[in-house]
């Protein structure tokens, strides 16, 4: 089916934004874009978006279907949402509050990031099929091991032959460095995202039970020493199950190598960049992430929840904290010939949110997640820099992500300001379709007259399109806005598109 390939193609452009560029350094080409919907010629929604508006986020009951009512129910959901935002204009308060504007620019520049990634990383991959083969062979093994590491170069260096060759060497070493006799276990298997170097030294070869690994390098002076104790092997049967362990290679050896590659990158862009940190003033910034971080919410149990910007409680939390302690005046760190005062820091947080590389980590743990956390951000401010400097900020694929939300937080504002007037007082969470059936309907009626005929739709792609029933919330982990798509637009129960008319040519 038509649907099938378009489905095919998008996911794999949003999962890896697998875009073509120019080889031209000093033009871009455009990725083409499929627009599904156009309005009033001001306004366009693709096929792209609204595929991943449909199913990279959780659907409302009343359009989580895969039927035509329910596929036309989404279809004027996020035409509704567009509506909106011309209601809103571009004089909308929500467009000069500099907390909204800050979360936009954080927006755009992480996509702009991953473009950069895509551009001179994972399009620089050249796989052939004899790469594949050598680890298509293993990918179905769960390894389980016995693992340390070492952390002196030299002293592995001595040690390597022993540890191949010598019965027992494994153990008596371990115990020799650590002092104990609980060697730490675990199981590894295919595409758990695993240091790249571990992947392509344990699923590339054959190896027996008890078999002792050389010294695996997985940092300047880091070594993993590693035993393998035993593996379990799925093997695949049906030709769609080795068709897609296949792809599953591909996609895990394009991974690795893409990040080889861009680790490489950023060294040449941190090249000869230290940071300095000012003692005291990253210890009370430690005080004060600590305990907020480690400060537990209540979770919320709404069915459906709506925010102006998906930033968690914490980070707003951070940010008003580093005012309300006088502080903002106190140098942070130095790095390339330039002081970071707090307020510097504050204001690149307002875009660009802590992202610490351990999630869950005991309180003693956290002076070091937090410091890796701030140099992360500075990492990204450069990389941004570069972005910037190569013009991907005019990227189609960068320009239409910013505008999605953009356009979903423009609405929520227009929609919440209607129920305003209209002297609604409810909780739209708690009481979303009364409020829909006794409010937004009509509203939403009254857009669709307003726009009448001047909503064009490509009939033959919308007819073509295929929707999952499963809840899916897509996420992009290690990322400081980690939501793929705003939440769904929740506006309208409406399945009617007589206001519709058939797109012409442009």
């Known amino acids: 089916m038509k649907n099938q390939n378009f489905r095919k193609i998008i996911i794999i452009n949003i999962i890896f934004l697998l875009f073509s560029l120019s080889c031209e350094k000093t033009e871009i080409k455009q990725p083409e874009e499929k627009i599904l919907v156009r309005i009033d010629d001001q306004v366009t929604i693709s096929l792209n978006e609204f595929i991943r508006r449909a199913e990279f986020t959780i659907r409302p009951p009343f359009c989580k279907h895969n039927n035509y009512i329910h596929k036309k129910i989404i279809l004027n959901s996020l035409i509704a949402e567009k509506l909106l935002v011309l209601e809103a204009g571009e004089q909308n308060p929500l467009l000069s509050n500099e907390e909204f504007l800050a979360y936009l620019k954080g927006r755009r520049e992480q996509v702009m990031r ?57 153990e008596t070493l371990f115990q020799d460095v650590y002092s104990d006799s609980l060697i730490p276990k675990r199981k590894v298997s295919w595409g758990r995202h695993e240091h790249g170097k571990i992947t392509e030294v344990l699923f590339s070869k054959n190896y027996k039970k008890g078999q002792v690994l050389p010294p695996i390098k997985i940092g ?17 049967i049906t030709q769609n199950q080795i068709q897609k362990r296949w792809n599953d290679v591909d996609e895990e050896l394009t991974r690795i190598k893409s990040s080889a590659i861009w680790n490489k990158k950023l060294a040449e862009i941190m090249r000869g960049k230290t940071i300095d940190f000012a003692d005291d003033t990253f210890w009370k910034l430690n005080k004060i992430f600590f305990e907020i971080y480690f400060t537990s919410d209540e979770e919320r149990k709404e069915s459906i929840k709506e925010e102006i910007w998906d930033i968690e409680k914490k980070e707003q939390n951070a940010l008003d904290e580093l005012v309300e302690k006088d502080i903002l005046k106190q140098p942070f760190f130095t790095i390339d010939g330039r002081t970071w005062l707090v307020e510097d820091f504050r204001k690149e947080l307002m875009s ?101 005929k001047k909503v064009e739709l490509d009939f033959e792609a919308f007819e073509d399109i295929a929707l999952t029933s499963i809840d899916l919330l897509v996420k992009q982990q290690h990322q400081p806005y980690p939501f793929v798509v705003p939440m769904f637009p929740v506006i309208t129960t409406d399945n009617r598109i007589e206001y519709i008319k058939k797109m012409g040519k442009h």
């Open 114 to 170: 991953q473009w950069m990634h895509n551009q001179e990383a994972t399009q620089k991959v050249k796989l052939d099929s004899s790469q594949i083969k050598q680890f298509y062979q293993f990918a179905g093994r769960e390894y389980e091991i016995e693992y340390y590491s070492l952390n002196n170069a030299s002293a592995v260096e001595g040690v390597t032959d022993n540890l191949v060759n010598e019965s027992n060497y494994f």
């Open 352 to 452: 660009h949110p802590l992202v610490f590389r351990e999630r869950k980590m005991d309180s003693n743990e956290f002076p070091v997640q937090f410091r890796l956390a701030v140099v992360d951000l500075i990492r990204d401010f450069f990389v941004t820099e570069e972005a910037y400097k190569k013009g991907y900020d005019k990227v189609d694929v960068v320009l239409r992500n910013e505008n999605m939300w953009r356009d979903a937080f423009l609405a929520i504002y227009q929609k919440n300001l209607y129920l305003k007037s209209v002297g609604e007082k409810r909780s739209f969470a708690k009481d979303y379709m009364r409020i829909m059936g006794e409010h937004l309907n009509v509203y939403t009626d009254s857009l669709q007259q307003k726009y009448y």
């Open 220 to 236: 300047k002076n880091d070594f993993l020493i590693i035993k393998i104790t035993g593996w379990s092997d799925t093997k695949m």
